[in-house]
């Protein structure tokens, strides 16, 4: 399944207003979840990066990793996190495992799970990416129900 925004500017803004509205939700989830300090963080689909940075503002980790499949925003993240050094950005198909890094104390992935094929069966590998007693985190605002191979996808309200 392909991010139909993906790889183009306008995508990168609607990323932005997104982030905006979300990230006081998308905080406090993790400030009441995490209290330890991190090894490693890795953001899934992380797209320019505006999860990614918003990570690292909040929970403390040596290092944080952004993965997407898309060229364009892993070029735009790396432009635009280019002052934070401990943070970098990898192209990788998430629905493939294992990731191209160690494996993390915490995964977080936020609207990411809509665009993958067989969400339940990534959900499961991307939890063996986790080191022991590492943390997944999934936000969405959708709801989507698996059954054989078709989906049935919800607004949550
Ligand atoms: C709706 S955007 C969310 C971006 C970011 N997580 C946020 O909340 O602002 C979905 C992102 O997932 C990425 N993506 C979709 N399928 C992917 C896959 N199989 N592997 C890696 N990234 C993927 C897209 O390129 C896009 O950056």
Redesign the pocket.
């Known amino acids: 399944?392909?991010?139909v925004?993906?790889?183009r500017e306008i995508?990168v803004k609607r990323?932005?207003k997104?982030?905006e509205l979300?990230l006081p939700a998308?905080k406090n989830l993790l400030l009441a979840s995490v209290s330890k300090k991190a090894s490693l963080l890795v953001?899934?689909?992380?797209?320019?990066?505006?999860?990614?940075r918003a990570l690292s503002s909040i929970i403390n980790a040596d290092e944080y990793v952004g993965?997407?499949?898309?060229e364009y925003?892993i070029d735009q993240a790396r432009e635009l996190s280019r002052d934070l050094p401990q943070i970098a950005y990898k192209l990788?198909?998430?629905?493939?495992t294992s990731f191209p890094v160690q494996k993390a104390d915490m995964i977080?992935?936020?609207?990411?799970l809509?665009?993958?094929h067989t969400p339940k069966r990534?959900i499961l590998d991307w939890g063996t990416q986790l080191s022991d007693g590492g943390l997944l985190f999934v936000?969405e605002t959708e709801a989507k129900e698996c059954a054989n191979n078709g989906c049935k996808m919800t607004i949550r309200k």
């Open positions: 399944m392909s991010y925004f993906a790889g995508a990323l932005k997104l982030h979300f998308t953001d899934l689909g992380c797209g320019p990066g505006y999860t990614t993965l997407d499949n898309s925003f990788h198909d998430v629905t493939k977080y992935a936020r609207f990411l809509t665009h993958v990534s936000e």
